[in-house]
Nanobody
Framework: QVQLVESGGGLVQPGGSLRLSCAAS????????MGWYRQAPGKQRELVAA???????NYADSVKGRFTIFRDNAKNTVYLQMNSLKPEDTAVYYC?????????????????WGQGTQVTVSS
């Protein structure tokens, strides 16, 4: 199994910054894509940002220019640097990691989710 532990959420004023982190551990053979999603009350979960093993990134239009996703492959950790935060960024943020679990003889694909961390942007 692969476990994800998120940290870094909290309360911040509009215009402020937060950095989220998500560390993956367990039986990991390789990690492909890592991403951040968010879900606001009464809304569907949406993709915020994603990064591939090669470093290619993808962002939701609403966060382009304000959020940056990056990863530390040695630590199996993905980060989301959030700047110029707005009240509409308020949501529970979840990380998602996709890859292969197992060993050289037997591998299976996995897709694991973090427990979620609350981000509240309010004055």
């Amino acid at each position: 199994q692969v476990q994800l532990v998120e940290s870094g959420g909290g309360l911040v004023q509009p215009g402020g910054s937060l950095r989220l982190s998500c560390a993956a551990s367990g039986s990991i053979f390789s990690i492909n894509a890592m991403g951040w999603y968010r879900q606001a009350p009464g809304k569907q979960r949406e993709l915020v940002a994603a990064i591939t093993s090669g470093g290619s990134t993808n962002y939701a239009d609403s966060v382009k220019g304000r959020f940056t996703i990056f990863r530390d492959n040695a630590k199996n950790t993905v980060y989301l640097q959030m700047n110029s935060l707005k009240p509409e960024d308020t949501a529970v943020y979840y990380c998602n990691v996709k890859g292969l679990t197992g060993d050289y003889d037997l591998k299976f694909p996995f897709s694991s989710w973090g427990q979620g961390t609350q981000v509240t942007v309010s004055s």
